[in-house]
């Protein structure tokens, strides 16, 4: 079956510190790539897609890379601010199923 | 605006109750889905339904129940019979379940057992 693996949290990272969160999935047939994020008290919001090999989603200058060779779909971003403190999910979609969810990652960015 | 609302936004059940949670949305969206999220185990998926008058179970629909009578709502209750229901529940739509349509959420309902 599908599903996806999320690196452990919790990250805590100092403002303007680089990020990197691990996702790699295990998914027959051909997966869309999604991370989503919570922030406290709130449902998910939806980061950034991508949904063929190679592809780079990016928004809020989050991006990650669709690598099909890897099964991975890595959540980076150059300079994080305190504002970014919340918790990230990795997903993935096949077919016409429901999206599968990682347990997500709980990030803090402290100043 | 656009979007999906639950309600309320906290709940508290006494033993023994039925209680509903309420999902409504006015994007349009053919396809609903509830998740169920506890610390440390991310979302999992409890129902979800693609049509008007039909639903799916998901991984942990046991104590639960649905019903899709109108395409804007997908109310979830929570029967008696599922013993630990204490959880952040989320309600979700998408356009269809075509795996690169993403999902869009409601900013969920916390139940707690009195």
Redesign the interface.
Known sequence: GNSVTQMEGPVTLSEEAFLTINCTYTATG???L?W?VQYP??????LL?A?KADDKGSNKGFEATYRKETTSFHLEKGSVQVSDSAVY?CAL???????V????TRLSVIA | DGGITQSPKYLFRKEGQNVTLSCEQNLNHDAMYWYRQDPGQGLRLIYYSQIVNDFQKGDIAEGYSVSREKKESFPLTVTSAQKNPTAFYLCASSIITYSNQPQHFGDGTRLSIL
């Open positions: 051909y997966p869309s999604f989503y008290g709130e449902g998910l919001q939806l897609k949904t999910f979609s096949t077919g016409n199923t429901p999206l969810f990682g347990k997500g």
